[in-house]
């Protein structure tokens, strides 16, 4: 049902990358700093518009729809940095993640504090963002993109500046959200621990192009993998 | 239906804002009674019109953090709707004053289309300038009176249709009655689904965007329902005063006024667009009347009335309210 085409004709950051995601599959889209991972995640959620090529979800063509549109079509993401803002607290950041589909703020209310809980969050609703570790932070932000109801979610490296234990926790919390809400995942990240044991495919990034797909124990073995991102040294240690 | 309910729900208040509001109110229904002298009552008037103009501007302003500096072109198109009206057609205000809103709103989102490409300081360049431009046309504009203004003509006898009376009483509990439907309103609205949608705009557009929340078309609406409410306040401005001029509805200045008082009160909360009327309105007006009398002082009122405006918005920037609840949650 997702099913993604992307073809970039002369752009520099991604240069004719394509692939195709299936319905409930977890992917994981790795590769060096500058390989053009998060522009290919902007130009499919709408922050940039190809320069060519195009996006399609659903059998639906979204090329160049705003981020709103995305959204509405189904598609959450979340950020690398959460902008640490006090205005609200962690409940009405979340609310207004499920106001994307309702108009009465009860109803809101209450899918909010159902998703929060099920982050194990329910503790901390009345407080505000800054007032939480980092990694609660990235938990709301999850939250808030869950409350959005998507169907496919993009997380953009979710795990940076976590430590072990709260990476674990929120691998655990990846993996849950997967299984009991049949989402679609696409996890762009650094951190190996993070996307090897979860992603059920991987997709490597290398100057905008693609350079290998495959699942994460194939991946791992491919030389080119290997010399653009692993390194010389990782590979040789195997 | 939930919207209604909400608007009349203040139990997320504390205990004390509770009381100090229904005081409040109880004050502002019996203040005619109390003997006050005419003048304290145009100050009244004053503050609970600049409320309602700052509630207005709050919407888009304070909840949409859109600094917005064009306001008196609605006001001024709903004064000039109400006198055109009356002049030409001698149509009542409890009509001409609903056409003026309309009109306002349609304006509104005719120039809140390309308005809100902008972002940041270009946008309040921006609402200065279309507010200038508008009065400029009607400064030139020979048909509405130009420079000049149009006076309404008067008539003989008090007219509750046309609003007019003698007493300055009924003008005051008229403003009072928009004053608490505009509280009504803003307390329904900051807890409706635009008001969230323009918290997370302020806060983080880019993530609002990625949250299904079409930014422009929020800001948008924002924006008219802020013109709306002044328009409405325009409109009474030409009935209180009987005589409109483009100076006198339009000017920067009033833009900058209204913009001033919610901003200095605290914009985004229900209460901020009223402490700063309250506060700003009389300090204006008694410090215009007691300096401004004396040879040689004139000018001081200004100097006064501003430098206290730099001192609140240095200590916290989001002003009166803002320092009343930091005080508070030091005390909790």
């Given at each position: 049902?997702?099913?993604?085409?992307?073809?970039?004709?002369?752009?520099?950051?991604?240069?004719?990358?394509?692939?195709?995601?299936?319905?409930?599959?977890?992917?994981?889209?790795?590769?060096?700093?500058?390989?053009?991972?998060?522009?290919?995640?902007?130009?499919?959620?709408?922050?940039?518009?190809?320069?060519?090529?195009?996006?399609?979800?659903?059998?639906?063509?979204?090329?160049?729809?705003?981020?709103?549109?995305?959204?509405?079509?189904?598609?959450?993401?979340?950020?690398?940095?959460?902008?640490?803002?006090?205005?609200?607290?962690?409940?009405?950041?979340?609310?207004?993640?499920?106001?994307?589909?309702?108009?009465?703020?009860?109803?809101?209310?209450?899918?909010?504090?159902?998703?929060?809980?099920?982050?194990?969050?329910?503790?901390?609703?009345?407080?505000?963002?800054?007032?939480?570790?980092?990694?609660?932070?990235?938990?709301?932000?999850?939250?808030?993109?869950?409350?959005?109801?998507?169907?496919?979610?993009?997380?953009?490296?979710?795990?940076?500046?976590?430590?072990?234990?709260?990476?674990?926790?929120?691998?655990?919390?990846?993996?849950?959200?997967?299984?009991?809400?049949?989402?679609?995942?696409?996890?762009?990240?650094?951190?190996?621990?993070?996307?090897?044991?979860?992603?059920?495919?991987?997709?490597?990034?290398?100057?905008?192009?693609?350079?290998?797909?495959?699942?994460?124990?194939?991946?791992?073995?491919?030389?080119?993998?290997?010399?653009?991102?692993?390194?010389?040294?990782?590979?040789?240690?195997? | 239906?939930?919207?209604?309910?909400?608007?009349?729900?203040?139990?997320?208040?504390?205990?004390?804002?509770?009381?100090?509001?229904?005081?409040?109110?109880?004050?502002?229904?019996?203040?005619?009674?109390?003997?006050?002298?005419?003048?304290?009552?145009?100050?009244?008037?004053?503050?609970?019109?600049?409320?309602?103009?700052?509630?207005?501007?709050?919407?888009?302003?304070?909840?949409?953090?859109?600094?917005?500096?064009?306001?008196?072109?609605?006001?001024?198109?709903?004064?000039?709707t109400v006198a055109l009206m009356m002049v030409w057609w001698n149509i009542p205000f409890w009509v001409s004053m609903p056409m003026g809103?309309?009109?306002?709103?349609?304006?509104?989102?005719?120039?809140?289309?390309?308005?809100?490409?902008?972002?940041?300081?270009?946008?309040?360049?921006?609402?200065?300038?279309?507010?200038?431009?508008?009065?400029?046309?009607?400064?030139?504009?020979?048909?509405?009176?130009?420079?000049?203004?149009?006076?309404i003509?008067?008539?003989?006898?008090?007219?509750?249709l046309y609003?007019?009376?003698?007493?300055?009483?009924?003008?005051?509990?008229?403003?009072?009655?928009?004053?608490?439907?505009?509280?009504?309103?803003?307390?329904?609205?900051?807890?409706?689904?635009?008001?969230?949608?323009?918290?997370?705009?302020?806060?983080?557009?880019?993530?609002?965007?990625?949250?299904?929340?079409?930014?422009?078309?929020?800001?948008?609406?924002?924006?008219?329902?802020?013109?709306?409410?002044?328009?409405?306040?325009?409109g009474?401005?030409?009935?209180?005063?009987?005589?409109?001029?483009?100076?006198?509805?339009?000017?920067?200045?009033?833009?900058?006024?209204?913009?001033?008082?919610?901003?200095?009160?605290?914009?985004?909360?229900?209460?901020?667009?009223?402490?700063?009327?309250?506060?700003?309105?009389?300090?204006?007006?008694?410090?215009?009347?007691?300096?401004?009398?004396?040879?040689?002082?004139?000018?001081?009122?200004?100097?006064?009335?501003?430098?206290?405006?730099?001192?609140?918005?240095?200590?916290?920037?989001?002003?009166?309210?803002?320092?009343?609840?930091?005080?508070?949650?030091?005390?909790?």
């Amino acid at each position: 049902m997702v099913d993604l085409v992307k073809d970039f004709g002369g752009l520099v950051a991604n240069n004719r990358v394509s692939f195709h995601i299936n319905q409930g599959e977890i992917i994981g889209l790795i590769g060096p700093n500058g390989a053009g991972k998060t522009t290919l995640f902007n130009c499919i959620v709408g922050y940039h518009k190809p320069g060519s090529g195009r996006v399609i979800f659903k059998g639906k063509d979204i090329t160049g729809f705003k981020p709103f549109m995305t959204n509405r079509e189904g598609i959450g993401r979340t950020f690398q940095l959460m902008k640490v803002t006090t205005g609200m607290n962690v409940l009405e950041n979340v609310m207004i993640g499920a106001f994307c589909r309702t108009d009465h703020r009860s109803t809101a209310k209450k899918e909010a504090a159902e998703i929060l809980e099920f982050l194990g969050l329910g503790e901390v609703k009345e407080y505000h963002l800054n007032e939480l570790p980092i990694a609660s932070q990235k938990k709301v932000g999850l939250a808030r993109a869950l409350a959005t109801k998507p169907e496919l979610l993009m997380l953009d490296e979710v795990a940076s500046g976590l430590n072990p234990k709260e990476t674990e926790e929120l691998v655990n919390a990846i993996k849950r959200i997967h299984a009991e809400r049949k989402i679609t995942l696409i996890l762009i990240e650094h951190i190996m621990e993070v996307v090897m044991p979860i992603s059920q495919r991987v997709i490597v990034l290398d100057s905008g192009e693609k350079i290998a797909e495959g699942l994460p124990t194939e991946i791992v073995k491919i030389e080119r993998v290997i010399k653009a991102y692993l390194g010389e040294k990782y590979a040789k240690g195997l | 239906m939930e919207t209604l309910k909400d608007a009349f729900d203040f139990r997320d208040f504390s205990k004390t804002e509770r009381i100090v509001f229904g005081l409040f109110t109880l004050f502002l229904l019996i203040f005619p009674w109390l003997g006050a002298g005419s003048f304290v009552k145009v100050v009244l008037i004053q503050f609970l019109l600049f409320s309602l103009f700052g509630m207005g501007w709050n919407t888009i302003g304070g909840y949409g953090g859109q600094v917005e500096l064009g306001k008196a072109q609605y006001v001024g198109i709903g004064a000039y709707t109400v006198a055109l009206m009356m002049v030409w057609w001698n149509i009542p205000f409890w009509v001409s004053m609903p056409m003026g809103v309309l009109i306002a709103i349609g304006y509104s989102f005719i120039i809140g289309y390309p308005l809100f490409r902008l972002k940041g300081h270009y946008f309040a360049i921006a609402t200065i300038c279309t507010s200038l431009v508008l009065q400029d046309v009607f400064i030139n504009w020979k048909l509405v009176g130009a420079a000049k203004g149009i006076e309404i003509p008067i008539r003989e006898q008090p007219d509750f249709l046309y609003m007019q009376f003698k007493s300055d009483t009924y003008y005051y509990y008229f403003i009072m009655i928009f004053f608490f439907v505009a509280i009504l309103y803003m307390n329904g609205f900051r807890k409706s689904k635009l008001g969230y949608q323009l918290r997370m705009i302020k806060d983080d557009e880019e993530a609002a965007e990625s949250l299904g929340i079409d930014a422009r078309w929020c800001k948008i609406k924002a924006y008219s329902i802020a013109s709306a409410f002044v328009a409405v306040g325009g409109g009474f401005l030409t009935v209180y005063n009987f005589y409109i001029d483009p100076y006198s509805v339009m000017d920067l200045d009033l833009s900058i006024k209204i913009a001033l008082m919610a901003m200095l009160g605290g914009a985004g909360s229900l209460w901020g667009p009223i402490i700063g009327a309250a506060f700003l309105v009389p300090l204006d007006r008694f410090l215009g009347s007691w300096l401004g009398g004396h040879k040689g002082l004139v000018g001081l009122d200004f100097m006064i009335y501003s430098t206290l405006i730099m001192f609140v918005s240095a200590y916290q920037p989001r002003g009166i309210w803002g320092i009343i609840e930091q005080f508070r949650r030091k005390g909790a």
